[in-house]
């Protein structure tokens, strides 16, 4: 209606201009243009920072009334789009941040707290249907404790992630019945009650909305079954205990299949509803200034969140503070095809803050094995061994492990003869023999990371060679990625495979018990012995690379909390995507969302208390960056298109990399949200840091925060795991003790190293405010 008044409001000022003019009619689309320069005019006379209260009707018929800073909504305001969506509520630099309400035109509506252009923190949102939910919110999603009343009489009050119910939480249907216990990804998941209005009680373990599991259910007589559950009645089974009722002649025949055929027929969970647009996506009509501007340009189109649509700027860009423009004369520098150049001053130089480098092609790590490589029968090997090992037949694999698997002693050779044997197939390679360590909690390791067998087969065993990287790292490893990326084989040292060994356990255990945890993830250990006057041995573990990603890693850094020789070699102009920086090098604070901020500070105590207690020291945190705002100065790419990625000049080939259109979906949709997971694929900000100089020449670790931030997707994990705090990293320590501050250096024991990183890692990470 709001839209549909400002149309008219437009159409009778062009009848009323028409009317008095003494210089004959004006058409529709000159009355258009003579009130896009008065509201231009009106902006530009308070350019100067000045907060004013305006009324826009805007070309494209949005309607706007309430407060203006500069060119954009700021403070109290009402924003109308012509599909009927409203907000009213504070601005930020036209961006929804406060309280508001926002309504949609199917009657649907949201009140409550906003941030940065989403639906975050508390609020209350009404579907169209009558649905109701009251309680947190992270980026449009539910996230935190809320209360769900849905329209057919069903209530759920509990937890919520990421747009589920998760956590605890009860359920309670419009017929009498609850469930109080476990949820996972929106279904009944984990320990539970159940309780019927018949009076009827069950109590134990469920999946997927099922009793599965070890599990008790009640009578109101006394009765009572005890067993285990399954919907498959093959593998029910449990024993039946009546009460005297019975005993004197009550029917004992009872089927456990009842419950899931008859008691749980009606209760069913009530699917999350479905919004058409979310606040974020919503594009705002922004006036320019029209200085140095063609008049004929149509305003830009900005989302709530703050982003323009589609800016293709210099590959060299920062973002820019009100500080860095104070008192020049400033306009934004449009080309013809409507897209953002930069800002510019009265001079037309572009102002711009310290730069970040953006490399517009971002190279493929790693050369090939191709045949000739001094690796390639080693590869050829390493292929064969795995292929075998994992395709050969055996009980399927359980996470309920005996002492004995973890045995270091656990372990089976293999001989690998050219014409083949009776389990091995015939092969070009030389004679070789293969070790597998410990092969039932490897591949109980597998089936809890969610591991596809053939997949992970044809990952590392297809018809693509590995690629070895260009060079070793500080500890002599060798390190080869499997085509597709997904994998990282490491060479290990003979103590490194023992410390592996000795805390296997410990750590199956540990990765078990937190879904989260930021540990590296091993998939396997073997060694391959060399025939041959050598008898060369070489031991490798498979890990998984944490950039295995759509996204272009554009910044890596590996964090220790440590300054002695932790700033990188390279010069400024060698410094690539693939380059691995350090301490001194971190010019960052990263900010994450309240919730996962908290659940990053649980989960490295967890792991650093881990590794401590395994007496391992020297790991590090290993961090990937991908700038948001470098996908909107690349050209647009279609969905599902491929991006050209350089090899190094050898052979032209391509990976996949997620448009600009494609990010935003699925970080906005709750499915996209089932692939964000702590450490993986987590929407974030980070803020530039600059450190100063000091008269006492102190390195400076953490850089002082300038106010620049940027939208990122970020990957971390804990790496270097393996590393004993043995004779040598004693003698390392007492060495650089006398050269340096003894807490500059990486070589501490296993206690002081884990207090130091946690004390380093929660100054770098910090909640975004």
Known sequence: MKAWEATIRITQAATRKRANTIFGTQSASQIEEENDQEQREDIEDHANGEIFHAERFLPNGDYYSGYWLDNFPHGQGKYWWTDGCMYVGDWFRGKTMGKGTFSWPSGAMYEGNFKSGFMDGDGTYTGPNGDTYRGCWVMNLKHGHGVKEYANGDCYDGEWCRGLQEGHGRYTWKNGNYYVGEWKNGTIFGKGKMYWTNGNVYEGNWEDGFPKGNGTFRWTDGSFYVGNWSKDPNEQNGTFYPSGSLLEGGNLEWDPQQVFNVDLIECTICPPEKVPILPSQKKLALWRSSKAVDNNIRPRRMSLDGRIDAPPVDREFGRIRLSDVAGTSASTSYNSDDSVVGLQDADGYLLRGSPIRIPKVVKRQGQTISKGHKNYELMLNLQLGIRVSVGRPGPPPSLDLKPSAFDPREKYWTRFPPEGSKITPPHPSCEFRWKDYCPKVFRALRMLFKVDAADYMISICGNDALRELCSPGKSGSFFYLTNDDRYMIKTMKKAETKVLLRMLSAYFNHVKAFENTLVTKYYGLHCVKLSGPAQKKVRF????????????????????????????????????????????????????????????????????????????????LLVGIHFREADSTEDQTPSGSRTPIDNGGSENETVPRLSRADMDQLLLDQAGWASIKLGTNMPARVERTERKPTEAEIIQLIGEPTGELYDVILFFSVIDILQDYDITKKLEHAYKSMQCDPNSISAVDPKAYSRRFRDYIFKVFIEDN
């Not at 996204?551 to 410094?575: A, C, N, Q, V, W």
């Not at 908290?598 to 395994?614: A, H, I, K, M, P």
């Open 541 to 620: 573990v498979i890990m998984g690379n944490l950039f295995c990603t759509n996204y272009s890693i554009h910044r890596r850094f590996d964090l220790k909390g440590s300054t002695f020789g932790r700033m990188t070699d390279k010069p400024e102009s060698e410094i690539e995507a693939t380059t691995t920086l350090k301490d001194l090098d971190l010019n960052f604070i990263f900010r994450l969302q309240k919730t996962w901020f908290q659940e990053f500070r649980r989960q490295v105590d967890r792991d650093c208390e881990f590794l401590e207690q395994e007496g391992v020291m020297d790991y590090s």
